[in-house]
């Protein structure tokens, strides 16, 4: 089973500043298959990124995604107010068929 | 509007049984795959299982299984989940997800989330 890391655990940044958002499968993982996900209390999570590096609809172009093999990397350019949540990254397994995994996530705080 | 409207919260004694219910619209229920996700309090995201558009294949996840049972009723767009034998470690809320996937990435529905306590 691959296991995601995700660090830091916490960023403490500013509005304007640029985020930087770490995920580590303990294997190689398909680009494909990796996606990030944006978490705010009380609300339903939300897709910001899938395949790696493609925006899902709707989501603001200060949000990027890059990374291949194990590593992978969300970037959110300018924070804004908005910006301040928690982060998952996420993959598809296949044992058993369907198997969601995800990071422990990265909280994004206001300094 | 696309959506997944999640039943409200429960309070379980230890050893009892919970069923959650996810009644989905705004989209074609019978033509995706859906899952049920789980996260304790302040803890990350646990997945539980998957079950087949039709409804008759689920794949659950090993710390699941024998106590998970995931169904769904396609007249009427509902899909559910029972936790069967609560223990205090099962107090969480309770997502279903009609999640993306490579072949159909603009397909991403969350429910709003269920939370299960479990409490003597």
């Known amino acids: 089973e691959i296991v995601l890391t995700q660090s830091p655990g916490t960023l403490s940044l500013s509005p304007g500043e640029r985020a930087t958002l770490s995920c580590r499968a303990s294997?190689?993982?398909?680009?494909?298959?990796l996606a990030w996900y944006q978490q705010k209390p009380g609300q339903a999570l939300r897709l910001l990124i899938y395949?790696?590096?493609s925006r899902a609809t709707g989501i603001p172009d200060r949000f990027s995604g890059s990374g291949s093999g194990t590593d992978f990397t969300l970037t959110i350019s300018r924070l804004e107010p908005e910006d301040f949540a928690v982060y998952y990254c996420q993959q598809f397994g296949s044992s058993p068929p369907g198997l969601l995994t995800f990071g422990g996530g990265t909280k994004v705080e206001i300094k | 509007q696309v959506q997944l409207v999640q039943s409200g919260a429960e309070v379980k004694k230890p050893g009892a049984s919970v069923k959650v219910s996810c009644k989905a619209s705004?989209?074609?229920?019978?033509?995706?795959?859906m899952h049920w996700v789980r996260q304790a309090p302040g803890q990350g995201l646990e997945w539980m299982g998957i079950i087949n558009p039709s409804g008759d294949s689920t794949s659950y996840a090993q710390k699941f299984q024998g106590r998970v049972t995931m169904t769904r009723d396609t007249s009427t767009s509902t899909l559910y989940m029972e936790l069967s034998s609560l223990r205090s470690e099962d107090t969480a809320v309770y997502y279903c997800?009609?999640?993306?996937?490579?072949?159909?990435?603009?397909?991403?529905?969350w429910g709003q989330g269920t939370l299960v306590t479990v409490s003597s």
């Open positions: 294997q190689s993982v398909a680009s494909s298959y």
């Open positions: 997800a009609s999640p993306w996937q490579p072949d159909h990435p603009d397909h991403d529905v």
């Open positions: 395949g790696a590096s």
């Open positions: 705004g989209y074609t229920f019978s033509k995706y795959y």
